[in-house]
């Protein structure tokens, strides 16, 4: 961020905005909020906050205060059963269907590495996913197309949208909560 500048908002006590790469965006150094679209997203420290903490605060390290709590070893520690709890109700859905991993690459090249070097681009690997259907047919595993994959999944997943859709609120959250 060599081109950076910064400049107080003067109707804000805690409000800079940062101008780089032809974009500005307001930073907060009391709250440790941007409105980039990595911390709208991520709500971790982007580059314009660290930007004003070591230019403007001349800071050496970001302060604990500018990484939320929901990135706390202490609570990911507490809601470890919860994620476990929510990853064993997918473990129907994942012995129903199976994704092709990617296959290992030699090192010593392949026809689709000469390609590479030739044109510089190299052809998208697409992925196949094989479903066991219950139906008699020759290896009991079909490639189905994307729209099979999409119709495949709303069928398993319509009953649960149908029944959360017709509870009332309360009843809603109540049920959401047994899904957390």
């Known amino acids: 961020m060599g081109d950076a500048k910064c400049e107080r908002i003067a109707s804000s006590v805690s409000g800079w905005k940062v101008h780089c790469f032809n974009e500005t965006h307001r930073c907060d150094d009391v709250e440790w909020t941007c409105t980039c679209l990595f911390y709208s997203s991520h709500h971790l420290p982007c580059c314009h906050l660290m ?4 230019k ?6 970001l302060p604990a205060m500018s990484i939320g709590e929901r990135w706390s070893m ?39 590495d000469e390609q590479f070097k030739e044109t510089g681009v190299q052809k998208p690997m697409k992925e196949v996913v094989y479903v066991r259907l ?5 290896a009991h595993q079909v490639v189905l197309s994307s729209a099979e994959k999409y119709s495949y999944a709303k069928a398993m997943l319509e009953p649960l ?10 009843e809603f959250y109540q049920e959401l909560n047994t899904w957390k």
């Open 51 to 54: 930007y004003v903490a070591d």
């Open 56 to 61: 403007e605060h001349e800071f050496e390290l």
């Open 74 to 112: 202490s609570c990911a520690l507490n809601v470890m059963d919860d994620l476990a709890a929510a990853a064993a109700t997918l473990h129907p859905i994942l012995l129903i269907s199976k994704l092709k991993l990617p296959k290992v690459r030699s090192p010593y090249g392949s026809p689709h």
């Open 134 to 138: 219950r139906r008699n047919e020759r």
């Open 161 to 170: 949208l149908d029944h959360l859709s017709s509870l009332s609120s309360a």
